[in-house]
């Protein structure tokens, strides 16, 4: 597949009493199934964010090739809590690769990539709670549209970091704001990459690990920066990620960078890491159950879940839901 996370060639602590489906944290083996996608569903490349105690997974491939490879519009949501898979509004625009986002209750699609050749979009919208349409909203600026960055919030801001243009990776980084419906640009990356993991600390700063350096699996990134809140440029050094990588599904668990999976040169991870940004230290946890590459992550309560995704290097999705609980992870 062309985009490496398009792997190589063309969440809430589960109260007791859930449904037997939800997955208890902290108990038995790190890694769970969770309630697998609904009616044999099956998503490939799709955006995935945490709402509240709700699994969003929106957008994606949802056949093979054989199948005839079509994107999808729907958004399915998972109640965590008991395990129940629902239908959201349809996005707007059929896209893979799709910087997703909630904050304050409200889902935000912030561009993706369209068609088998992963056209770079920079359209947006704005799905309030309980609304039957999404809402368009600034578009991201002119020639910096992109699919397959590291998404992350912050307090009425979402940030976008790298990603995929249409043509190469990306170095340039977005905040959009929310209350100023205005988007404005970060220091750019040290150097390009799509696929990469992030997350925030509580300080603001933002950090940056890994990813793709070009639009295929190729060449992998290891390396980790930061940039605190009014600086100008991002700064390395950090210990790089143990596993070179880009497309892993990622979440911030416990105040560490969850990542898990993804794709380096022709293989499909299972390895698992996190990140101590405090301490600057990476540390192994157990692998996943199998690999999977081509799926975003999400963390509801805890817990990093991954929704489909592939687990060989083809254009094959899966419809499976892992569940890592880092609670219950040997350390």
Do not use: K
């Amino acid at each position: 597949m062309r985009c490496a996370a398009c792997l190589v060639s063309i969440g809430a602590l589960v109260a007791a009493g859930a449904c037997s489906d939800a997955v208890q944290p902290g108990v038995g083996p790190a890694w769970r199934s969770g309630p697998e996608l609904p009616d044999g569903r099956r998503r490939l490349e799709a955006g995935v964010a945490a709402m509240g105690t709700q699994l969003v997974v929106a957008g994606g491939i949802e056949n093979t090739v054989i199948e005839g490879l079509d994107v999808t519009r729907e958004v399915l949501a998972l109640d965590t809590l008991t395990g129940a898979w629902s239908q959201l509004p349809d996005a707007p625009v059929a896209l893979t690769h799709i910087n997703l986002a909630a904050v304050g209750g409200r889902l935000y699609l912030l561009g993706g990539l369209e068609g088998p050749t992963f056209i770079a979009r920079g359209a947006s919208y704005e799905l309030a709670q309980g609304a039957t349409e999404w809402t368009q909203i600034e578009s991201m600026p002119a020639g910096l549209e992109r699919g397959a960055a590291a998404v992350v919030t912050g307090p009425n801001q979402i940030f976008v970091l790298g990603g995929a243009g249409s043509t190469s990776a990306v170095a340039s980084c977005l905040v959009y704001d929310i209350a100023a419906r205005t988007w404005r640009r970060l220091p750019d990356l040290p150097n390009a990459r799509s696929h990469p993991a992030a997350m925030r600390q509580r300080d603001g700063t933002l950090i940056v690990a890994g990813g793709l350096a070009t639009l295929d699996a190729r060449a992998p990134l290891a390396d980790v920066f930061a940039l605190r809140v009014n600086d100008e440029a991002w700064t390395g050094g950090r210990h790089p990620m143990l596993t070179a990588r880009g497309g892993c599904a990622y979440g911030t668990a416990l105040g560490e960078l969850v990542c898990a999976g993804g794709e380096a040169g022709n293989e499909v991870l299972s390895a698992v890491e996190s990140y101590d940004p405090v301490m600057d230290l990476w540390t192994q946890l157990p692998d996943m159950p199998a690999p999977r590459g081509g799926t975003q992550g999400a963390v509801v309560g805890q817990l990093l879940y991954v929704p489909g995704g592939a687990a060989v290097p083809a254009f094959e999705p899966e419809s499976t839901v892992l569940v890592f609980s880092p609670l219950a992870a040997p350390r």
